[in-house]
């Protein structure tokens, strides 16, 4: 082969024009489309259109251009295969040794807010991801990029040997695949989305890397983090970290946690997690005076743990953040007398989120081995519920307060789940038990004397009528619970029995 040919079409042009003239300067012949071509040839780039190649005009807006025999063949035929040779040669067709290609862009088309739906459905590459699929297919001979970062390393290859290595071919065809993957994935949310499909015969989702981890839960365990692209700006995937250590698997995963829970309130409001669970949740008319009762809810719990706010870290909260081992702290914002104080610790990690962005409501998807679960949301509140009250006396004024914190804060708590609640913070949490009655007997021992005149939240209904004599017996007041048992009279007798106003959601929180 004495003629070499590089074909390059891409929208993001970063890089690309030192890359062509990399190529030229090497001997390759450039083959171009519209954009590229343009911009190629205003910097002084010799560059041949697809047109002058296939001796065919681009038709209909630009949709057909490349979709040809000369542009597929040169990408799809075998360097050494002798009859491939002859069909070129029979039909004229030059080979393609260089593919440089990425595709309209149809993420940030869609990401757009007021985007049309014929917008969305022009910025569908149907040529690009043809000829990078050619190309990658046939990467045996045929070096194809979609990458800007890749394009040294191409260089580098055809400067010393003449040509890329296969190693380096396979990978970048690995690349490509993964892209075209990626794509065409969120292609077909989005359509599915258009066309309200809630569970589609395949489900295709894609993930960018964000960050590779030192480990996963355990050190022995490999670990990394992805985000989805256009996924909700209000998560962890979405932060920015201003200060301390690179965030590990489980710092990840209890954020996450602390961020669900801190989205329930309106109110400022402090939340103290550890190990997925909340250890203590507290409101106030500011950061100080909500973290005050997060921190006296469980003062144990919280050494190692991670707080989240929903309002600015001002200097006074950051003073007693500063006295406590924490791992991270999540806010809207900092001061700047937090920071300084803050930041003081090395190994702190702060992170902000923009609370007041767009909250777009994502599936939750829980991996089995060999499979995939996929549900939506729990966002069910008691603005949604139909609420009864079963039993002769109704909650007080004050009850219902404690009541409704309650409800905000079992949904977020590991099954089998009781909450113990005053009005403005939690003073006692069992989670994660094989039995009811077990977790209420952890919530109401830490919750002790306070438990008095306290409320008691469950996560689902009560088999037996024995949690609610363990939180009679505690003082416990007022109750919140789905209700739903074949046995709720039982429960509710037992709670007029001890004066306690017990209140019926009609739905439960589990989280497993």
């Known amino acids: 082969m004495t003629k070499k040919r590089a074909l390059i079409s891409v929208s993001d042009k970063n890089g690309i024009l030192e890359f062509a003239k990399e190529l030229v300067s090497l001997g390759f012949e450039i083959i171009s489309t519209g954009g590229t071509k343009k911009a190629l040839q205003e910097q002084g780039v010799p560059v041949l259109g697809?047109?002058?190649?296939?001796?065919?005009?681009?038709?209909?807006?630009?949709?057909?251009?490349?979709?040809?025999?000369?542009?597929?063949?040169?990408?799809?035929?075998?360097?050494?295969?002798?009859?491939?040779?002859?069909?070129?040669?029979?039909?004229?067709?030059?080979?393609?040794?260089?593919?440089?290609?990425?595709?309209?862009?149809?993420?940030?088309?869609?990401?757009?807010?007021?985007?049309?739906?014929?917008?969305?459905?022009?910025?569908?590459?149907?040529?690009?991801?043809t000829m990078l699929r050619a190309s990658a297919k046939n990467h045996q001979y045929v070096t194809v990029v979609v990458d800007p970062d890749d394009y040294s390393k191409v260089i580098e290859e055809l400067k010393a040997e003449?040509?890329?290595?296969?190693?380096?071919?396979?990978?970048?065809?690995?690349?490509?695949?993964?892209?075209?993957?990626?794509?065409?994935?969120?292609?077909?949310?989005?359509?599915?989305e258009l066309a309200q499909e809630e569970t589609p015969e395949k489900l295709t989702v894609t993930y960018e890397l964000k960050q590779s981890l030192r480990y996963g839960e355990n050190p022995h365990q490999k670990a990394a983090f992805y985000k989805k692209p256009l996924g909700s700006t209000f998560s962890i995937a979405n932060a920015e970290q201003l200060h301390g250590k690179e965030l590990s698997y489980n710092n990840i995963n209890d954020a996450d946690a602390a961020l669900q829970i801190v989205k329930e309130f309106t109110e400022p409001a402090a939340v103290a997690v550890k190990h997925m669970n909340p250890c203590g949740i507290g409101t106030g008319s500011n950061s100080f005076t909500a973290f005050e009762k997060a921190f006296a809810a469980d003062p144990v719990s919280i050494f190692g743990g991670i707080i989240a706010f929903n309002s600015e870290v001002d200097v006074q909260t950051a003073g007693k953040l500063h006295e406590i081992f924490l791992e991270i702290i999540i806010a809207p914002s900092f001061s700047e007398e937090a920071l300084t104080i803050l930041t003081a610790k090395k190994n702190l990690r702060l992170l902000t989120i923009p609370f007041s962005g767009a909250k777009k409501p994502e599936n939750k998807l829980t991996t089995i081995e060999g499979g995939l679960l996929l549900q939506e949301q729990d966002r069910f509140t008691l603005e949604n519920a139909t609420i009864s009250v079963p039993t002769k006396r109704q909650p007080t004024e004050q009850e219902w307060e404690a009541l409704k914190l309650g409800w905000k804060v079992v949904k977020h708590v590991k099954s089998n789940a009781i909450v113990v609640t005053k009005e403005d913070m939690t003073i006692g949490i069992g989670a994660g038990q094989m039995n009811r009655v077990g977790a209420a007997e952890i919530a109401l021992k830490q919750a002790g004397e306070k438990a008095a005149g306290a409320a008691l939240a469950s996560d689902a209904f009560f088999p037996m009528d024995d949690t609610v004599e363990a939180a009679a017996k505690a003082g416990i007041t007022a109750i919140i619970q789905p209700g739903g048992s074949i046995r709720d009279e039982d429960s509710i007798k037992k709670a007029d029995e001890y004066g306690i106003a017990m209140v019926f959601t009609g739905v439960r929180h589990f989280k497993h």
């Open 162 to 192: 003449g040509k890329t290595t296969l190693e380096t071919r396979r990978k970048l065809a690995a690349k490509v695949f993964r892209h075209t993957a990626a794509y065409d994935a969120l292609i077909a949310e989005y359509m599915t």
């Open 50 to 129: 697809v047109s002058d190649v296939t001796g065919f005009p681009e038709i209909l807006e630009g949709r057909v251009k490349t979709l040809n025999p000369f542009i597929h063949g040169g990408l799809l035929a075998k360097h050494d295969d002798e009859q491939h040779q002859k069909q070129l040669q029979e039909h004229r067709i030059d080979p393609i040794q260089i593919v440089c290609v990425n595709l309209y862009p149809f993420q940030q088309t869609i990401a757009k807010p007021d985007v049309t739906t014929e917008d969305a459905i022009e910025n569908i590459d149907i040529g690009g991801p």
